[in-house]
Structures are given as structure tokens and as C-alpha cells.
Nanobody, 132 residues
């Protein structure tokens, strides 16, 4: 079984910080590009950040300078460190794993996708609420 489990969400005041974790079982995250997405009520799911298999990263403009994505391969876990949180960051946050194209393309390791349709495996999500 391939599973991703997010944790670390919660209620935080504006300007606060949270670290989200995405723990994998049944496969090795090192071999996948990983994306973090979020979905607020009434809105479409949107890309927040992603990291390629060689750890090149993308960030949504609205979170640049505030969020950091990283891997701990020993723990088979990807993190999203969120600092200086704003009310507009309130959403359910999801992690997802992308194995790359079929058939495999060797260039895929350099890139990660901002788009939901690129990712085959998804966690259940963790709620982040930023409010006074």
C-alpha cells in the first residue's frame, strides 16, 4: 500500500508558524517529486510548493519568503515550514507524490509540478486555520 499522511496542522494566530509533515509508507519519497497543495472552502485546490527528486523547488508567489519545503530521507518525510502565517493561508493542506511521466523521462528528476493533475498519490489533508 502507498500511503501519505499529513500532520502538524492546527489553529495559529496571524504571524505565527506551523510545520507540516508528510510521512510516506509503502514507498520511498526520495524517488518522487512531492507537492504541497491547499484548498480553502469554496475554492479550487491550488499548489503551494513542490520539490523535485533532486530538490529543486517551486513556491506560490503568495508564500515566497515565508514557506520552506524540505525532505528528511532518513524519516521518509517531507516538511512544509510555514512562517508569518496570514489569514488567507487558512485551508486544508495536502501532500502528494508524483512518480513522473510514463514512460519515464530522465529529465523528470529536475522538475516538480504545480498542478493537481500531475500527482497520483495524495494524503488526507490537515487543517490549517490562521485567525485571531
Amino acid at each position: 500500500q502507498l500511503q501519505l499522511v499529513e500532520s502538524g496542522g492546527g489553529l495559529v494566530q496571524p504571524g505565527g508558524s506551523l510545520r507540516l509533515s508528510c510521512a510516506a509508507s509503502g514507498f520511498t519519497l526520495e524517488h518522487y517529486a512531492i507537492g504541497w497543495f491547499r484548498q480553502a472552502p469554496g475554492k479550487e485546490r491550488e499548489g503551494v510548493s513542490c520539490t523535485s527528486r533532486i530538490d529543486s523547488t517551486n513556491f506560490r508567489d503568495s508564500v515566497k519568503g515565508r514557506f520552506t519545503i524540505s525532505r528528511d530521507n532518513a524519516k521518509n518525510t517531507v516538511y512544509l515550514q510555514m512562517n508569518n502565517l496570514k489569514p488567507e493561508d487558512t485551508a486544508v493542506y495536502y501532500c502528494a507524490a508524483d512518480m513522473g511521466r510514463t514512460p519515464p523521462d530522465p529529465s523528470d528528476k529536475y522538475y516538480c509540478s504545480d498542478y493537481v493533475w500531475s500527482y497520483a498519490y495524495w494524503g488526507q489533508g490537515t487543517q490549517v486555520t490562521v485567525s485571531s
